[in-house]
C-alpha cells in the first residue's frame, strides 16, 4: 500500500512538473476539467507583479476574451467543485448526494461570486509582463490561422504531455525502487 500511495505521489509530481512546461491557455482547455488531484503541489511564492499600464491591462482583457478564459475559469470552478465534494465527503463521511448538496448550497455561491476576481486575476500576469504593444502582437497572432491552430491543438499536446510526464514517474519509480531495494529495505521501506 505504502509503494501505491508514493507512486501516486510521485506520479502527481511528474504531471505538475510536465503541465508546468507545456501550460498554455486555450479554449479547449475549459471543456473538458483535468480530474482533481488528490495533493495538491504547494508552488513557490510568485515574485509580486508590476504595476501594469492601463493600456496593457485593455489588451490583456482583449485577449482573455480571445483566448476565451471566463469558459476556462467556469471550467476550472467546476474542477474546484468536485475537489470541494471529495474534501467535504472526508470531512464529514457524508455520501457524494449528501456533499454535493452541501457544497452547492453553501460554499459554490460564494466561488461563482467570486468568478470576476479570479478573471482579473488571470488578466493581471499578462499585463504586468507584455506592454500594450506586446498584447496587441498577441492578439494578433492568435486571430491568424496558424494562431487558430495553436489554440486548436494546445490541448492535445497538453494532455500528451501530461502523459508523457505520468509515464516518465512511473517508470523512473519503478526503475529506481528496482534498483535501490536493498538500501530502501534496509532504511524501513517494503515495496
Known sequence: MRSTSLLAALSLAALSLAALSVTTLSPAMAQAPAPAPAVTPTAPAAPPLPQPSEASLKEARAMAEMLNIPVQTRGLLQAMRTQLIQATI?????????????????????????????????????????????????HDFYATPLGQRLLKTIPAVNQQSLQAGQLWGQKTFQDAVKKHAEELHTRGLKF
Not at 448526494?97 to 500576469?125: T, Y
Open 90 to 138: 472526508q470531512a464529514s463521511g457524508k455520501s457524494v448526494d449528501e456533499a454535493g448538496k452541501i457544497v452547492d448550497e453553501i460554499l459554490m455561491p460564494d466561488f461563482n461570486a467570486a468568478l470576476p476576481d479570479l478573471s482579473a486575476a488571470l488578466v493581471q500576469p499578462w499585463a504586468a509582463n507584455f506592454s500594450a504593444a506586446d498584447l496587441k502582437g498577441l
